[in-house]
């Protein structure tokens, strides 16, 4: 990331995208060593199955990664 901080709000929008999509690839690079180190045999074409399966239906986080109730979006306000 550039070292000189955003001037204005779509720099700074802009800066909050680049970082999540960093943290993004960094999971998914995370993950592939995982699943190497966990399965030795497989080969880069099956390692990057497993990462594209667990990218469209990781287990335990079907509807994602929050805690809680299935709510819809936006909310209703009561």
Do not use: Y
């Not at 880069?44 to 299935?70: C, H, K, Q, Y």
Request: hydrophobic share 40%; glycine share 6%; proline share 5%.
């Amino acid at each position: 990331m550039a070292s000189e901080a955003p001037r204005n709000a779509r720099d700074q929008a802009a800066a909050r995208l680049r970082a999540a999509l960093e943290l993004f690839e960094a999971g998914v690079e995370m993950m592939r060593q995982t699943l190497r180190r966990n399965h030795p045999a497989l080969n880069d074409l099956e390692i990057e199955a497993r990462v594209r399966a667990w990218l469209s239906e990781r287990p335990g986080a079907t509807f994602g990664d929050a805690v809680g109730r299935r709510a819809t979006w936006p909310r209703r306000s009561e």
